[in-house]
């Protein structure tokens, strides 16, 4: 199918449309992996190209990580950016992970410098992917105490990221043993 054929698009004809993430992200360092798969460049039927169906490969001994994040406090967000003739996405990921536990401080401060895949469920389970391969996410991740009369202590986990497109990532996942 040509990608810049329109198709028909319905609604959700009944279907669940339940807006929101789960509470969880899966990271993985994009040195890590042997093959990152991508989405096919043109196809035979509508949203062919929007989904990643082969498998991530990984290096031996590694795979995704899970990252818990506070329900209800992540939002995946992808904007326009660019020129007329050179458009693409802005990709950004906000969450919160609670707490200052000693594994939750090392991953704050390890991956402020790493390149990332990021898999993001959706409240259906559906693995939206952030980052590619040479276009990964990268993370920053803010610390608050919070106050004793109120707020809350742990990181807000931000992620940015420039992509051609969002991708429903639909092969196996491979988690670190």
Do not use: W
Not at 150 to 160: A, D, Q
Request: one cysteine or more.
């Amino acid at each position: 199918m040509n990608t810049f054929a329109l198709s028909n698009l319905e609604g959700p004809q009944g279907d669940d449309n339940t807006p929101g993430l789960l509470g969880y992200v899966l990271t993985a360092r994009e040195d890590d992996f042997t093959t990152i798969a991508k989405a096919p460049k043109t196809g035979t039927t509508p949203g062919e190209t929007a989904r990643i169906v082969a498998d991530h490969v990984f290096k031996t001994g590694k795979g995704f990580t899970k990252q818990y994040i506070t329900l209800d406090s992540n939002q995946l967000k992808a904007a326009i950016v660019g020129e007329r003739d050179g458009r693409g996405l802005k990709v950004s990921f906000e969450g919160f992970h609670p707490g200052n536990r000693a594994a939750a401080l090392e991953f704050a401060r390890v991956v402020k410098n790493l390149g990332l895949i990021m898999l993001v469920p959706d409240a259906d389970g559906t693995y939206l992917q952030v980052g590619s391969e040479g276009l990964p996410v990268e993370l920053a991740c803010d610390y608050d105490s919070g106050k004793l009369s109120s707020g809350r202590r742990g990181f807000t986990v931000k992620g940015e990221c420039y992509a051609n497109g969002l991708y429903i990532y639909e092969g196996d996942v491979t988690m670190k043993p």
